[in-house]
C-alpha cells in the first residue's frame, strides 16, 4: 500500500504550479485522459450523422444485405466508440480527483506545520478561528477551483478547439461567422474580474469572523449562560451572519447572474448555424445527417462558452482565498538573535558564578522579559543559578511574574540577558534540542478529547510494554493511581473535549504525568497543585523526590508546603527577584517568605483543628 507523507512541496509553495509538479503522475494520466476523451468525441456526432444518413438510404432505397451491413458497422462503430471515450473520461476524473484531495492536504499540512512551528509571539498573534477558516474553507475553494480549471481544460478548451477544427472543415465561413459571439462572452467573464476578486476577498473575510466567534463561544460556552449572555451573542451572530451573506450575494450575482449573458451570447450563434445550414440543405449542398452532425457539434462547441466564463469567474473569485494561503504560508519564524546581548557585567557573571559548587546546570543572568504585545517588563534583572538535581521553588504575590519566569524557561520566548542549561545558551537550542531536554505542565491543564493514556503519552500504549508500566509508574507519583478505578476503561477512558469528564485536580494530574512521562532532565511546574488537596500534594511531592530525584524541577507555586525541601526558593516581587535562599535561610530573614509561609501554617492549623473539633 501507498504511503503518502502530505507536506508542502519542496520548491516554490507559493505557486500552484509546484503542487501539479509534485502530483506529475497524477496529472500525466489525468491529462492523457482529457486528451483522449475530449478528442474522440468529436467521431461520436460524426458517426451519428452517418447512421442517420445509412439509415435514410436503407429507407429511401430499400433493405439490402449491403446497407443493413453499412448501419450495423456504423452503429457498431459508435457504440466502442462511445465506450472508449467515456472510459477515458472516468479516468481523468479519476486521477483528477485523487491530485486534488492530495493537494488539500499538502495545503493543509503545510498550514498546520508554518503555525506549530511559529514563534510564541507570533501565535499569540493569531486567531483561531481565522486560521480555521483559511484551512477548511479557503483550501477548499482552492482546490475546487484548480480541479475545475484543469477538468474545463479538457472538457471545455480542448473540446471546443477539437469542435472548432471538424466544424473547419465542414464550412469554414458558418463556423468563423456563428462562432463570433464565442469570445464576446469570454471578454464578458473577463471584465469582471476586478469585483469578483474584491467581494470573494471580504466574503472571506467574513467568513473568518464567524469562525473566530464561533470559537470563542464554544469554548466559553459555560461563562456565557452563567452571565446570561446567549442573546447577546447570538446577536452578534447575526450581525456577522449577515456581513458574510451581503458579501456572499454580491459574489454569487457576479458569478451566476452572468450566466444568461453568457448563454444568450452562445444562442446567437447556434441561431445562425440553424438559418446558414438550413440553406445549404435545401439547397443540397448538405444532407440531413451531415447537417444534423455539424448542429451537435456547434451546440456542443457554444455550450461550453458559459461554462469557459464560469471557469474565469471561479478563478477570480479563488485567487482571494489563495492570496490568503499565501499569506500564512509565507510567514517564517521570525529570527531572534542568537547571541548574549554584550555587557561585561553578564560576561563576567556567566564564568564560575558560585565556584565553591562548580559550574550551574541552569545560569540564569540579568534576564529581562516582556511580552511581545507589551511594553512593559514583566520580570528584570533576573539573577540566580541552580545545580543539576536540586528541586527550585519559585512564588511571590499575585502578579509578580511567577508565570512569565516559568514561560521563559520553557525556551519558546524571546528573552534579553542570559539562560544557559549546561553552558548552552536556551535561545540557541533547536526546537529537538528544547523538546527532549525541558518538560512543563502549565496552570490551564490542557487536554486533548480523547483517552487518559493518549493525553499523556500522545500515542495508544499496549498494556504489558514497557512504556505501559513507565505510564503505571507515572500516574503512581501523580496520585492518579487511586482514581483510575472511579474510570470504567481505566487509562482508556475518554476524559472529553478539554477534559470535562474529570474533575479539576484530575485534569491537573493528567497533565502533570505527561511533563513526567517524557524522561526530561528539566521539569518546570507552573501551579500543578492549585485543585489538589494539601494531603495529596505531599504525596506526588514525596513521590517526586523519591522517583525523579535526578531531575532539575522547578516548583511555582503559592502554596508553600512543599518549599520546606526545597534547595532553593526564589521569592519573585514586582518582577525582581526580592529574596532567594534554602527554607531556613529565608525563614531568618523575616521578609516575604516568613510572612507567607507563618500565614500558610497558621491558616492550615486553624483548619485542622476545626476539623478535630468536628469530628471529636
Known amino acids: 500500500m501507498e504511503t503518502i507523507k502530505f507536506q508542502l512541496p519542496k520548491e516554490n509553495p507559493l505557486k500552484l504550479i509546484s503542487y501539479l509538479k509534485k502530483y ?75 491530485m486534488s484531495n492530495r493537494i488539500a492536504n499538502d495545503m493543509r499540512a503545510g498550514l498546520i506545520s508554518k503555525t506549530l512551528n511559529l514563534r510564541m509571539e507570533q501565535i499569540d498573534r493569531e486567531s483561531v478561528g481565522d486560521l480555521m477558516s483559511r484551512t477548511v474553507g479557503d483550501v477548499d475553494q482552492i482546490v475546487s477551483t484548480v480541479q475545475s480549471t484543469i477538468n474545463e481544460a479538457w472538457d471545455t478548451w480542448l473540446l471546443m478547439i477539437s469542435y472548432f477544427a471538424v466544424l473547419l472543415f465542414y464550412n469554414p465561413y458558418i463556423t468563423l461567422l456563428c462562432s463570433i459571439p464565442i469570445p464576446v462572452a469570454i471578454y464578458a467573464a473577463e471584465a469582471v474580474r476586478h469585483p469578483l476578486y474584491k467581494n470573494s476577498t471580504e466574503s472571506r473575510k467574513a467568513a473568518s469572523l464567524i469562525s473566530s466567534h464561533l470559537q470563542n463561544t ?170 543539576q538535581g536540586w528541586l527550585v ?23 534579553e540577558g542570559s539562560v544557559t542549561m549546561e553552558e548552552k545558551e536556551l535561545r540557541s537550542f533547536s526546537n529537538e534540542e528544547r523538546v527532549s531536554r525541558i518538560a512543563y505542565s502549565g496552570q490551564d491543564s490542557f487536554l486533548f478529547s480523547t483517552s487518559i493514556a493518549e493525553n499523556i503519552a500522545f500515542r495508544q500504549i499496549k498494556e504489558g510494554s514497557d512504556d505501559y508500566k513507565r505510564l503505571q509508574d507515572t500516574l503512581h507519583t501523580t496520585a492518579l493511581t487511586e482514581d483510575l478505578a472511579l474510570f470504567e476503561h481505566g487509562t482508556d477512558a475518554l476524559v472529553g473535549e478539554k477534559g470535562v469528564r474529570v474533575s479539576g485536580g484530575q485534569r491537573q494530574r493528567i497533565a502533570l504525568s505527561r511533563a513526567l512521562y517524557t524522561g526530561n532532565a528539566i521539569l518546570i511546574l507552573d501551579d500543578p497543585f492549585s485543585a489538589v488537596d494539601i494531603g495529596t500534594e505531599k504525596r506526588m511531592i514525596e513521590r517526586l523526590r523519591t522517583k525523579h530525584g535526578g531531575k532539575t524541577i522547578f516548583l511555582f507555586s503559592h502554596r508553600l508546603a512543599a518549599f520546606k525541601d526545597a534547595d532553593k526558593i526564589l521569592v519573585l516581587s514586582g518582577g525582581r527577584i526580592a529574596e532567594q535562599g534554602n527554607h531556613d535561610e529565608l525563614m531568618s530573614i523575616g521578609g516575604i517568605y516568613n510572612k507567607i509561609y507563618s500565614a500558610q501554617s497558621w491558616m492550615e492549623s486553624e483548619e485542622n483543628e476545626y476539623r478535630s473539633k468536628i469530628q471529636g
Not at 478528442?39 to 446497407?67: H, M, Q
Not at 557573571?349 to 511580552?371: D, H, M, Q, T
Not at 521553588?393 to 528573552?415: E, F, H, N, Q, R
Open 218 to 387: 464554544l469554548n466559553g460556552i459555560i461563562t456565557l449562560r452563567l452571565f446570561g449572555r446567549e442573546e447577546v451573542e447570538n446577536e452578534r451572530l447575526k450581525e456577522f451572519s449577515k456581513n458574510q451573506m451581503t458579501w456572499n450575494i454580491k459574489t454569487n450575482l457576479l458569478q451566476t447572474g452572468m450566466m444568461p449573458v453568457y448563454s444568450t451570447l452562445a444562442s446567437l450563434g447556434v441561431v445562425g448555424v440553424i438559418g446558414l445550414g438550413g440553406t445549404q440543405v435545401i439547397g443540397g449542398s448538405w444532407s440531413i445527417g451531415h447537417f444534423t452532425a455539424y448542429l451537435s457539434m456547434f451546440v456542443a462547441m457554444s455550450t461550453r462558452t458559459w461554462v469557459a466564463a464560469r471557469v474565469f469567474n471561479q478563478f477570480h473569485a479563488a485567487k482571494a482565498a489563495w492570496d490568503r494561503i499565501k499569506e500564512k504560508l509565507r510567514g517564517e519564524a521570525e529570527a531572534v538573535c542568537t547571541e548574549v546581548p554584550p555587557s561585561s557585567s553578564t560576561a563576567e557573571a556567566s564564568v564560575a558564578p558560585n565556584s565553591s559548587e562548580g559550574i550551574p546546570y541552569i545560569n540564569v543572568r540579568n534576564l529581562s522579559f516582556k511580552y511581545p504585545a507589551s511594553q512593559h517588563e514583566v520580570l528584570q534583572n533576573i539573577n540566580f543559578s541552580v545545580q
Open 24 to 98: 506529475k503522475k497524477q496529472f500525466w494520466i489525468q491529462a492523457i485522459g482529457g486528451i483522449l476523451y475530449n478528442t474522440v468525441i468529436v467521431a461520436g456526432p460524426i458517426l451519428l450523422g452517418k447512421a442517420i444518413d445509412a439509415a435514410s438510404e436503407l429507407y429511401i432505397n430499400g433493405v439490402s444485405p449491403e446497407r443493413i451491413r453499412n448501419l450495423a458497422l456504423i452503429c457498431a462503430a459508435f457504440v466502442l466508440v462511445t465506450i472508449f471515450f467515456q472510459y477515458a473520461r472516468y479516468i481523468k476524473r479519476w486521477y483528477i480527483r485523487n
Open 393 to 415: 521553588g519559585v512564588t511571590g504575590p499575585v502578579g509578580s511574574g511567577k508565570s512569565s519566569l516559568a514561560a521563559v524557561l520553557t525556551g519558546l520566548y524571546p528573552y
